[in-house]
């Protein structure tokens, strides 16, 4: 079975930092994708970030500039640097990982076969 765990969420203050981390089990696919998304309360959840196998990356245009994404594979890890927040990152951050082949937009949900239980963000003005 495969399982994702999210840390690192918290209340920070505009102009804030935080790191989050997933840890993956039991995913064994070396060629999928990896995912960071976001839920605000009364919306839909929206890609945030993603890397595939070769590590490209993309993000929302949102975040771009601010988050980093990035994976650890020898620790089964995926990371989200999240910098000079806003209260408007406010959300439950959750991430997933797809099976391969990863065919379709990476910042879509639909990519994406398993999903942690999310970890929340608070960022207050």
């Known amino acids: 079975q495969v399982h994702l765990v999210e840390s690192g969420g918290g209340s920070v203050q505009a102009g804030g930092s935080l790191r989050l981390s997933c840890v993956t089990s039991?995913?064994?696919?070396?060629?999928?994708?990896l995912g960071w998304f976001r839920q605000a309360p009364g919306e839909e959840r929206e890609g945030v970030a993603a890397v595939d196998a070769d590590g490209r990356t993309s993000y929302a245009e949102s975040v771009s500039g601010r988050f980093t994404i990035s994976k650890d594979n020898a620790k089964n890890t995926l990371y989200l640097q999240m910098n000079n927040l806003k209260p408007e990152d406010t959300a439950m951050y959750y991430c997933?990982?797809?099976?391969?082949?990863?065919?379709?937009?990476?910042?879509?949900?639909?990519?994406?076969?398993?999903w942690g239980q999310g970890t929340q963000v608070t960022v207050s003005s």
């Open positions: 039991g995913y064994t696919y070396s060629n999928g994708c």
């Open positions: 997933a990982a797809s099976k391969p082949p990863a065919l379709g937009w990476v910042l879509g949900e639909d990519l994406y076969t398993y």
